[in-house]
């Protein structure tokens, strides 16, 4: 079963619980919701309706803890699919292991609570408390992961203060094992998606050596809220260098196959337009295809005036933003490499900052990574032109930051051309 309907089973798990159980609180003859909890629906002999509703809840929400599981992908959170997964077998559990008549439920029990106790209910009444108390971990255990992996937008406030900043030594390359997700953004020219990358920690027996050359500054350990201070200074920069250019370069093609400048603009910036429900909507409208989705917006939202799109890139909101489960990395490698499908296209300087430009080489040479955009860098050592870095061994290759940042995104860039593994001349 695919990822989304495990999610989709568990979201709808709890409101089907609620319904199940109304309606049969209205059509059961002498339940009193009053007197009597929903558990003791499952007593006489339509009680059967209130077990397949407990077991089905649970593995409603035993699915959606598989889900999240795969969702989930760094360390903190790690742990609340294993606890909505305790608390979808406590409901199967409680569901077979029913309670004792009382209270006159159902109808000609005597009132009150029976002389003895067997031991049904009374492993029914353990598991109660035992899977609320897994749903409040479950919550405690996520709470980090969201403001980790991006800003909670509520009321026009900024909710992400990293309570856990996760710590990135740029001097040795991060890689992408078996498992770490990437999550498409937009398909641009030739077919070449762009991605962002989800970084997850590496055994040590996954490393591989690579030649790298960097600086000291590289040297220097960096974290999530360092990251995250680079999207907002690139969002501006590039802002900045389209506002000194004709309006006329609105329209001009970009290097995403069918969109002018301000149809990759209104891409980037459409988290200042659109909050958490309104974005939800718009995906679900189109049958949570992110893809046909983005190609909806840019379209739509490329219509709009380009002062205005140039606002929203230098908008606090969008400084702020992280993808959910990208994070500030995922952020700043979408930024600066559409940023590049721009500028690059109209043959502009490059708007990143070198800091920035050196980071989204250091995630797109990962391990791994760039199979996803379909390039290789097999018997090639990559060197930056104008950057003090270098990747891979083999035949050396010069180009500049931001061509080599292009190339390795799947766009052929002056010569450079890793899709296929093969480099021009």
Known sequence: MTTLRLLIAGAVAGPFFIASSL?????????????????????????????????????????????????VTRRVGRWAPWFVGGFGIALVTGGLFRM???????????????????????????LFPLGFACVLAAGWSLSPYYTVAGPTRSAGVDHRRPTRARTVHLAEPRRRPPGAVL?????CRRGVRMAVFRPRRLRPHHRRLTHRTHTQEDRMTTTDADVQALVGPQLQALAHTLADQPTTIADEPSLCDGWAVRHVVAHMTMAARYDGPTFMAELAAVGHDFEALSQRIAQRDGDLPFASLLADLRSDTMAAWAPPGGGATGALSHVVIHSLDITAA???????????????????????????????????????TDLDWTFGSGTPREASAGD???ALAGRARRGVDLRAAVVGP
Not at 45 to 53: H, N, P, R, S
Not at 183 to 187: L, Q, W
């Open 100 to 126: 004792d008549p009382a209270f006159g439920f159902p109808p000609g029990t005597r009132d009150g609570v029976g002389e003895s106790v067997s031991w049904h209910p009374a492993i029914h009444g353990i």
């Open 183 to 187: 999550a498409p953004v937009v398909r």
């Open 404 to 406: 080599l940042v292009l």
């Open 23 to 71: 309606v049969q609180a209205v059509t059961r003859a002498g339940f009193d919701p009053a007197r009597h909890p929903p558990s003791a629906l499952a007593l006489g002999d339509a009680g059967w309706v209130q077990v397949v509703t407990f077991v089905m809840t649970g593995l409603g929400f035993t699915a959606g803890a598989i889900g999240l599981h795969r969702t």
């Open 346 to 384: 109209l043959d502009l300087p490059r708007a990143a900052d070198d800091p920035a430009t050196r980071l989204v080489l250091d995630t797109l040479t990962a391990g791994g990574v760039t199979a996803h955009f379909g390039t290789d860098t097999t018997g090639w050592m990559l060197c930056a």
